[in-house]
């Protein structure tokens, strides 16, 4: 029985969903695809993924729902980091302001939607690590505006759907590369940290999920937009040859000089050029 004087920092996450009634409020938490992880263990791994975080450094979390990543946070940080939290469910307000009575002045909850705050944007200006239980049904459209929009960003450890994170970090010539692989690695070092299984959430998600851990490379600033237009004609037609797209969506029909300046097989498909050699075509076209 959890009485509702109980202090939160010692209270386990099932605990506190039932202190709070999040139970009763199924529906608002599937519209926002919010599932909550209990496992204690893999909280304490997602935050050692992050790890070391600088001193003087900024933590930022999306979606921190009942605060089991940010108990974690805080534990690992002390006072050494600024911690923003950034939520779009207002509900969830009685547990942060309990956190935040037994917490330091550098833990920060922020009410909005992630896709509508630019990090870089955040007070205070520090070096930023993301860490994030993403919601499924945005966590791609987060990402690709945080690698559109990298600068500032030190390190990134996200958890997304299985089937997501191995398009990430998926490597040329497998059925998983495309796009994503190529936008991801091309701006971040990925790797794939662990996987988690579906028991380990309240509720259970239908899918597996995958801790992804993302580091931004220490490269020159390229254009995406025509990266991106590129690679969406190729993948929207990943069986065609290279050179029918260009002759499709480019109106070039002797491609030879580009591919022999690119490096790239005259009968190469898409699926068959790494990130590298697209960014160099996409600055030829």
């Given amino acids: 029985m959890v009485e509702k004087g109980d202090d939160i920092t010692n209270l386990s996450i099932a605990q506190i969903i039932a202190k709070y009634g999040l139970l009763a409020n199924r529906g608002k938490a599937k ?22 975080i600088w001193d003087e450094g900024h933590v930022v979390e999306v979606g921190p729902g009942p605060c089991g990543l940010t108990r974690e946070i805080i534990h690992a940080c002390g006072d050494r980091c600024y911690i923003t939290c950034i939520e779009k469910d207002e509900l969830l307000r009685p547990i942060h302001d309990e956190l935040l009575a037994r917490n330091r002045t550098m833990l920060k909850f922020m009410y909005a939607d ?37 600068a500032g960003i030190s390190k990134m450890v996200l958890m997304f759907q299985k089937e997501v994170a191995d398009r990430i970090c998926a490597t040329t010539g497998t059925k998983q590369y495309g796009r994503l692989s190529i936008i991801s690695q091309l701006i971040c070092h990925t790797e794939k940290m662990f996987d988690v299984s579906r028991g380990a959430f309240y509720p259970p998600p239908k899918v597996e999920s ?31 040859t290279l050179r029918k797209i260009l002759r499709d969506h480019y109106g070039i029909t002797a491609p030879e000089e580009i591919f022999a300046s690119c490096e790239i097989d005259r009968n190469a498909r898409p699926e068959n050029v790494d990130p590298r050699t697209f960014l160099k075509l996409s600055g030829r076209l």
């Fill in 31 to 52: 519209s926002l695809g919010q599932h909550f992880l209990c496992d204690p263990s893999l909280l304490k791994k997602i935050v050692a993924c992050a790890l070391p």
């Fill in 210 to 240: 995958t801790v992804v851990r993302m580091t931004p490379r220490d490269i020159a600033k390229f254009d995406l937009v025509p990266l991106d237009t590129l690679t969406a004609h190729c993948f929207s037609n990943r069986r065609k």
């Fill in 114 to 150: 992630a896709m509508e705050v630019r990090l870089q944007d955040l007070e205070p200006k520090r070096p930023i690590t993301v860490i994030a239980n993403l919601p499924y049904n945005v966590s791609t459209t987060l990402l690709i505006g945080w690698l559109k929009d990298i």
